[in-house]
C-alpha cells in the first residue's frame, strides 16, 4: 500500500504549479532557493531510482512529474534573478 507515499507526492505537487505561477505572474524569485530546489530534485531522482529497482510501478510517474516541475522552477528562478538583480 503505497496511500502515503501518494498522499506526499500530490501535495508536493499541488505546490510546485503554484510557484511557477508566481515566479511566472510576478518575474520574481526573491526568497526561494536555488539550493533547496537541487536539493529536492536529488530527493525525487532517489526516490525514482528506488522505484525503479524495488517496486516498479505507476507512483514513479508522480515522482517524474514532481521533478520536471521543480527543474522549470529552477529554470525559471535562473531566469528572472538577473531582472532582480537590475532593479
Given at each position: ?39 529536492i530534485m536529488i530527493g525525487y531522482t532517489a526516490g ?22 521543480v527543474g522549470v522552477d529552477l529554470i525559471l528562478y535562473y531566469k528572472f534573478s ?6
Amino acid at each position: 500500500m503505497y496511500l502515503f507515499e501518494v498522499i506526499m507526492l500530490l501535495c508536493f505537487g499541488i505546490s510546485w504549479p503554484i510557484s511557477i505561477y508566481k515566479s511566472v505572474s510576478t518575474h520574481k524569485v526573491s526568497g526561494k532557493s536555488p539550493l533547496f530546489m537541487v536539493i529536492i530534485m536529488i530527493g525525487y531522482t532517489a526516490g525514482i531510482i528506488n522505484k525503479y529497482l524495488h517496486s516498479n510501478n505507476w507512483i514513479i510517474w508522480m515522482y517524474l512529474i514532481n521533478l520536471i516541475m521543480v527543474g522549470v522552477d529552477l529554470i525559471l528562478y535562473y531566469k528572472f534573478s538577473p531582472l532582480e538583480e537590475k532593479k
